[in-house]
């Protein structure tokens, strides 16, 4: 059974991903994460069995994370996102390298160094992404998809969700067409397959269907 303490990195891996998989409301199987870390079937497979041995997940109706396995999900979690604000706010990186870096530092991180880093940062509420910091004073707003939004109809962005996050390049393509929290833009067009145009900060930029049904916005 697993204990308070350290754990191997790969469990947190997995616990991290099935954390944000349930967050996103996206099916927690194992085809899922095998996408989402990018490994084989059988891998997840072998590891799903490790889990449970240790006592981090329940597997009796489709795959949970335990009370354990929660905690260490929701602390690998926090430190990601307090890692990515660090690298961003105060090392001025890109989303996309701080997104990367931050996959290290969560491993890494010690209680005092996240503890300090919440208190030079301002304790924020949420990532660069507007993804929630658990643990935080987050209060999450009212928001729809981008893809609801009547063309004609301002928004202002709220978030991307974590699954964005993980698709080749679209952290980079949504840095530079400043599709990024707090912005506001106006939806110019839009298809029946869910793309759509936007104005904001001066660009039209098009944004595909799968992006759009995930990125979270007030209107």
Same mark, same amino acid.
């Given at each position: 059974? !697993? #204990?308070?303490? +350290?754990?191997?990195?790969?469990?947190e891996e997995y616990c991290e991903c099935i954390f944000e998989l349930a967050e996103d409301d996206v099916d927690v199987? /194992?085809?899922?994460i095998a996408e989402r870390l990018n490994v084989s079937r059988p891998a997840v497979s072998e590891m799903m069995r490790r889990l449970e041995a240790e006592g981090l997940i329940a597997t009796d109706s489709g795959i949970q994370l335990t009370d354990a396995g929660l905690a260490l999900g929701t602390k690998i979690v926090r430190r990601? %996102?307090?890692? @990515?604000?660090?690298?961003? *706010? #105060?090392? /001025?990186?890109?989303? !996309? +390298? !701080?997104h990367h870096e931050a996959g290290k530092w969560e491993h890494v991180m010690s209680q005092s160094v996240e503890t300090a880093m919440? %208190?030079?940062?301002? =304790?924020?509420?949420?990532?660069?992404?507007? =993804?929630?910091? $658990?643990?935080?004073?987050?209060? &999450? $707003? *009212?928001? #729809?998809?981008?893809?609801?939004?009547?063309v004609g109809d301002g928004f202002t962005v /709220? %978030?991307?969700? +974590? &699954?964005? @996050?993980?698709?080749?390049?679209?952290? +980079?393509?949504? @840095?530079?067409? !400043?599709? /990024?929290?707090g912005n506001a833009g106006v939806i110019t067009a839009a298809s029946p397959d869910g793309t759509v145009t936007v104005e904001i900060d001066g660009h039209h930029v098009g944004v595909g269907a799968f992006a759009s049904a995930r990125i979270l916005v007030s209107a």
């Amino acid at each position: 059974m !697993a #204990v308070l303490g +350290e754990h191997h990195p790969a469990f947190e891996e997995y616990c991290e991903c099935i954390f944000e998989l349930a967050e996103d409301d996206v099916d927690v199987i /194992q085809a899922r994460i095998a996408e989402r870390l990018n490994v084989s079937r059988p891998a997840v497979s072998e590891m799903m069995r490790r889990l449970e041995a240790e006592g981090l997940i329940a597997t009796d109706s489709g795959i949970q994370l335990t009370d354990a396995g929660l905690a260490l999900g929701t602390k690998i979690v926090r430190r990601h %996102r307090l890692a @990515e604000r660090f690298l961003t *706010d #105060v090392l /001025q990186l890109s989303w !996309a +390298e !701080a997104h990367h870096e931050a996959g290290k530092w969560e491993h890494v991180m010690s209680q005092s160094v996240e503890t300090a880093m919440d %208190r030079l940062l301002g =304790n924020p509420t949420t990532c660069p992404h507007g =993804n929630p910091i $658990p643990g935080s004073a987050y209060i &999450e $707003p *009212d928001s #729809v998809r981008l893809a609801d939004i009547a063309v004609g109809d301002g928004f202002t962005v /709220q %978030r991307i969700t +974590e &699954e964005l @996050e993980f698709t080749p390049g679209l952290l +980079e393509f949504l @840095e530079a067409s !400043a599709l /990024q929290p707090g912005n506001a833009g106006v939806i110019t067009a839009a298809s029946p397959d869910g793309t759509v145009t936007v104005e904001i900060d001066g660009h039209h930029v098009g944004v595909g269907a799968f992006a759009s049904a995930r990125i979270l916005v007030s209107a």
